[in-house]
């Protein structure tokens, strides 16, 4: 089942919003392509992604965090630095056992939900106090 980019998953910051999507559709294309039983052909190139554009989302989103001292700083720095990690044990996975089923799965499901999950309780954090700084 795909990911569906809802209002509760917008920032309201167009830049951050546009590289939420960008990962979200990372996942889906995944999926999309499981459908078409390609999935573990699309596998190595969905982790290349995710491996780099999450320490560049990051990193963007942290720089951010800091010009506007947002308080939480440390925290949510630290729940990117576990997600990173995370991707890169799933790189390691593959370089290891190649594109297996349960790799698919842990890459659509567990790297999907952390992100709208993240989106919607941390990130949206960080955006409501930057609107609250700003107005």
Request: aromatic share 10%.
């Amino acid at each position: 089942m795909a990911y569906t980019w809802t209002k509760d998953l917008e920032t309201g910051n167009p830049f951050i919003d546009a590289q939420h999507q960008q990962l979200i559709k990372a996942v889906n294309d995944l999926l999309a392509a499981c459908s078409a039983g390609q999935g573990r052909d699309k596998l190595n190139q969905t982790l290349d992604f995710l491996a780099s554009y999450t320490v560049k989302h990051f990193g963007d989103e942290e720089r951010l965090q800091q010009q506007h001292q947002y308080p939480d700083y440390a925290n949510h720095k630290n729940l990117h630095e576990d997600f990173k990690l995370f991707v890169q044990d799933l790189v390691t996975q593959m370089k290891t056992a190649g594109p297996t089923t349960s790799l698919v799965g842990k890459v659509t499901f567990g790297v999907g939900d952390w992100l709208v999950n993240h989106i919607k309780k941390e990130d949206t954090k960080v955006a409501a106090f930057i609107r609250g700084k700003t107005t």
